[in-house]
């Protein structure tokens, strides 16, 4: 019987993690693989976001249901992609009783002027933000809002829109994968 890593191009020896079930509790770096971001980044976000609640056994390690994982994907997307501030994030789940819907509009003039903000200020602190990887590839200096076209930022947000989308299907597709 031949090793199953060199049926899928493994180097012998090599260890095949078995696949969880799309129920199953994951670990903060198994989220964090998935959605692409820090784990210290998930474990701020608990401060901040009290809806998030990773399920804490013991030695503190932490357990995300998939309905954590969902709603830390939505976080993301309205951080992001969207430009949402944290505070316009809780906001929207206050309002929302606590959960996020999918047809939230996109940030106003003043959330995205927030948002800029708030990241200008993290970079103070840290030199680059904890984001998604492909939000990093985005250039890291940002005109001001006065020297952009207008066509060209709803053209911005319009592709922003359309590249979550595709990822977040791309995202779904793999996960129906064996």
Not at 11 to 34: C, H, L, M, Q, W
Not at 127 to 149: D, G
Not at 153 to 168: C, G, H, K, P, Y
């Amino acid at each position: 019987m031949s090793d199953p890593a060199d049926d899928v191009g493994m180097p012998a020896g090599a260890r095949v993690r078995p696949k969880k079930a799309p129920n199953a509790f994951r670990t903060i770096s198994e989220v964090a693989d998935e959605l692409h971001i820090p784990q210290h980044v998930l474990r701020f976000w608990e401060t901040k976001f009290p809806q998030v609640k990773p399920l804490k056994r013991g030695g503190g390690r932490r357990y995300y249901r998939p309905d954590d994982i969902a709603l830390l994907r939505r976080i993301s997307d309205l951080l992001y992609i969207q430009g949402y501030t944290i505070k316009g994030v809780q906001r929207l789940l206050r309002e929302g009783g606590g959960r996020l819907s999918d047809d939230i509009p996109p940030p106003s003039a003043d959330e995205l002027e927030a948002a800029e903000a708030e990241r200008t200020a993290a970079a103070a602190f840290e030199p680059e933000l904890p984001m998604p990887e492909l939000a990093r590839s985005a250039p890291q200096s940002t005109p001001s809002r006065s020297s952009v076209r207008p066509n060209a930022d709803s053209e911005t947000e319009r592709l922003r829109s359309v590249l979550a989308e595709t990822l977040r299907e791309l995202e779904a597709l793999r996960a129906l994968l064996p």
